[in-house]
């Protein structure tokens, strides 16, 4: 049998191990793994490591963030950017704008997507309302429409729900078989010090860190997975920071809870003294939570090494620095309150974690494929669809040149920001092509051919990772 495509030579990442073979692609799926399979266009492998495509399950593209404020990315350059970096799946959150549902905001959000996307997309809701008509009808519907993960948040002015609240929603996903990722901090808790800072003058973009300190997170995480047990449903705890929020996990994990959970390159490599730097540059690294302290990296290297992280997403949250409709948003100067929170991340999440990780010893490839792309498609409903290369996936395939070194550059990157927090960071390891269903859509860091990625309708989620 001729093939459309066949790659050859590469040392694959197959579901079940690493092996090296030849890899045939038919009709956009994986149609054969073995030894000299034949093709119409023959992709040389040889060198190079095939993974599967990634997927970056906590995104966030064009989403309402304020009046004045604008995301530097929508889903051209969201995808364009995230496909460079060695993504073929993106799934961002899909948040109402003031005064719409929750299903006019995804309807919304899919005419932003609908044919500008360079990756296959899905999107996660976020439920900040929790009147009868969205619990009762909305969520339910979308739910059972293929919209099975949510997002609830235990800070931020206008998105913060009650424990009530969080316990409301979760009995939905329980009912609806939905997963609920929670963001875990104690927003009274950060309203508490944020007021104190401001008596104190201490209003610089370091101060973002200094308010939102490790118990805040640690307590939510507690709480969070206290509401889960109460309610009876599994739940992922969304960007864990440090260790003792680490802690809370293992210990629900002992107890019998079914509790997953994700972290970001910016708590491996960021600190909090990264907020504090000069004039105004802090305000490129104000995210929730914040980067903490050298300290805290080891024990989130312990938790991706030892299982603890299933996920490993970049919280992709791009506003631009030189811009008043990003981090220079009016009074941002004044106070850390008036910078907008999130970091751009999607293209250098996977160089950072094959750098810092595989080439470093510390992560095995297989490891490696499971918590940037095989746990991501299990949890979110998208498995044996996507997340592995094997016979029947689609075939979304990163090859990637271990022996790459360059640093990180934003002149180098593809997303809307004018900066990223990893300037000069050195990696050695890059995906050198990325291919969605078959098709090349990054070579050699470059974006390649028009638009081609689809909407993915998800499943419900598979809790045995
Ligand atoms: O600062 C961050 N992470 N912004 C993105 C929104 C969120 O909480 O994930
Ligand atoms: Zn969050
Ligand atoms: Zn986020």
């Known amino acids: 049998m001729t093939h459309d495509t066949v790659i050859t030579g590469a040392r694959v990442v197959t579901a079940s191990g690493t092996t090296h073979c030849d890899i045939g692609i038919t009709d956009g799926r994986i149609a054969a793994l073995g030894k000299d399979l034949q093709g119409e266009h023959v992709i040389d492998g040889h060198g190079l490591i095939a993974l599967p495509g990634g997927i970056d399950s906590h995104v966030h593209i064009s ?116 997963m609920v990722m929670v963001h875990a901090e104690n927003e009274d808790a950060i309203e508490f010090l944020r007021d104190r800072a401001d008596r104190n003058g201490e209003t610089a973009p370091y101060h973002h860190a200094t308010t939102r300190p490790v118990p805040v997170e640690r307590e939510a995480t507690h709480r969070a997975i206290s509401l889960a047990e109460i309610a009876g449903v599994p739940l992922t705890i969304v960007h864990v920071s440090n260790g003792e929020a680490t802690e809370e996990i293992v210990r629900a994990r002992q107890r019998g809870l079914t509790v997953f959970a994700e972290t970001c390159p910016q708590y491996i490599t960021l600190t909090a003294s990264d907020l504090d730097r000069d004039g105004f540059d802090g305000a490129k690294y104000v995210c929730s939570p914040p980067p903490r302290t050298a300290e805290e990296w080891p024990k989130i290297w312990a938790g991706i090494e ?54 470093k010893g510390r992560l095995s490839l297989e490891r490696f494929a499971a918590i940037t792309a095989t746990n991501h498609a299990r949890l979110y409903g998208l498995f044996p669809r996507k997340g592995a290369i094997m016979v029947g996936a689609d075939a979304d395939i990163a090859l990637w040149d271990p022996t790459l070194s360059k640093p990180i550059r934003q002149a180098d990157l593809h997303h809307g920001s004018d900066y990223t927090p990893w300037e000069g960071f050195e990696v050695t390891g890059w995906p050198v092509r990325t291919i969605l269903r078959g098709q090349t859509v990054m070579q050699n860091g470059d974006p390649v051919g028009a638009p081609s990625g689809s909407y993915l309708e998800r499943e419900a989620p598979d809790l045995l990772l």
């Open 306 to 359: 030892q299982g603890t992280f299933d996920l490993f997403s970049s919280d992709h949250c791009p506003f631009r620095f030189n811009d008043p409709a990003g981090k220079d948003a009016p009074g941002a100067r004044q106070s850390f309150r008036n910078i907008p929170n999130g970091i751009p991340g999607v293209e250098t999440r996977l160089p950072i974690l094959f750098s810092e990780g595989v080439v």
């Open 63 to 178: 989403q309402p963030s304020g009046p004045g404020i604008e995301m530097a990315d929508d889903f051209t350059s969201g995808t364009r950017s995230a496909a460079c970096g060695g993504n073929t799946t993106v799934l961002p959150f899909c948040l109402p704008e003031e005064g719409r549902t929750l299903r006019e905001a995804v309807a919304d959000y899919r005419a932003k997507a609908d044919g500008n996307c360079m990756t296959d997309v899905s999107f996660h809701l976020i439920v900040k309302d929790t009147d009868p008509v969205t619990l009762g009808q909305d969520l339910p519907a979308l739910i059972q429409a293929g919209y099975t993960s949510f997002k609830v948040f235990m800070t931020y002015a206008g998105l913060a729900l009650s424990d009530r609240q969080i316990l409301e929603v979760m009995a939905v996903a329980k009912e609806q078989g939905a």
